[in-house]
C-alpha cells in the first residue's frame, strides 16, 4: 500500500499545519494553552491566564467567536466544523472548538484547536513581503457537511454576505464561508473581484452584460439567470474595469 500522502489532501494539509490548542474553562477564561498558540494569539505580554478569550479579538470580531463557542453547546453529534480569520496579522485559522466534560458528564470547559492554513490558502510573493498589504487568498475556506472545503478562488463567479457570514457560489453550487465579506474582500485579487454591493463581490471574469432597469443597473454572470445588483457609487468603477464608456453603458 502506498504511504505516500497527496499534498493536495486534507490529511497533507493537516500534516503541514501547525496546531494550537487553548483550554478555556466555563467562563470562557484562558486556563492552559500550548506553545504554537502562545507564539500566535496577541496575548498580552504573554500572560493570558484568566481573561475571557474573546477579549483577544477586536471587537467586530467577537460575535463570530461566541458564536463558534456557541456551537460547542449544539446537541446534534458531530457539528460541522467553523472557519474564520482571526485579527493576527497575514495568517488564516482554520478553528473548532469541542465542550470538556468530567467522569459526571458536566461541563468543565471548552478546548479550541486551531490550525494555521496560511501557506495552503494564500499567495506567496516572491521577496520581502511589506508588513501593509494583505496577502491574497488563492483557495476560500469553505464548510460542506462536516468538511473544510478550499475553494480554488478563480472558480468563484461571486460571494454573498448574509450577515457576519458568506456564502461562496461556483458554476457547483453555493458554499458556507464564516468570514466577513469584508474580510475576503480585502484577501482576493482587487484586478479580478469587485465589491459592486455591500452584500455582493464579483469575479468580473464571468461578466457576460451591464443590465440597465428604471435607473437600476445590475450585472449578468456567465451561467447565473440572475443578475446581482450594483450600487449607484459602485456603478463608475464597475464600467472602468470592464473598459465600457457610461455614455456606452446607457444606451
Not at 13 to 19: A, G, W, Y
Not at 65 to 75: G, M, N, T, Y
Not at 160 to 177: D, I
Amino acid at each position: 500500500m502506498d504511504a505516500r500522502v497527496s499534498m493536495g489532501s486534507p490529511l497533507y494539509l493537516l500534516e503541514r499545519s501547525d496546531v494550537g490548542l487553548v483550554q478555556l474553562d466555563r467562563e470562557m477564561k484562558v486556563v492552559a494553552m500550548n506553545s504554537f498558540a502562545r507564539r500566535v494569539l496577541p496575548v498580552e505580554d504573554k500572560q493570558p491566564f484568566q481573561k475571557v478569550v474573546l477579549s483577544f479579538h477586536p471587537e467586530r470580531s467577537q460575535p463570530k467567536v461566541k458564536f463558534l463557542i456557541d456551537q460547542a453547546e449544539c446537541p446534534v453529534s458531530n457539528p460541522p466544523p467553523m472557519t474564520m480569520i482571526i485579527n493576527i496579522p497575514e495568517r488564516v485559522l482554520l478553528v473548532k472548538v469541542t465542550k470538556m466534560s468530567d467522569e459526571r458528564g458536566e461541563a468543565v470547559g471548552h478546548t479550541l484547536v486551531f490550525y494555521d492554513i496560511t501557506d495552503a490558502v494564500m499567495h506567496h510573493e516572491p521577496g520581502v513581503q511589506r508588513p501593509d498589504v494583505k496577502r491574497q487568498l488563492l483557495k476560500i475556506p469553505t464548510v460542506a457537511a462536516n468538511r473544510i472545503v478550499l475553494v480554488d478562488a478563480s472558480t468563484v463567479r461571486y460571494i454573498r454576505a448574509e450577515g457576519h457570514y458568506t456564502w461562496v457560489h461556483t458554476a457547483q453550487g453555493s458554499s458556507f464561508c464564516n468570514l466577513a465579506i469584508g474580510d475576503l474582500e480585502g484577501r482576493l485579487d482587487s484586478n479580478v473581484f469587485l465589491r459592486i454591493h455591500r452584500s455582493c463581490v464579483a469575479n468580473l471574469d464571468f461578466a457576460e452584460q451591464i443590465v440597465r432597469d428604471d435607473g437600476r443597473v445590475s450585472l449578468k454572470l456567465q451561467g447565473d439567470e440572475r443578475a446581482l445588483p450594483v450600487a449607484r457609487t459602485s456603478v463608475p468603477r464597475l464600467l472602468q474595469r470592464l473598459g465600457i464608456a457610461e455614455a456606452a453603458a446607457e444606451r
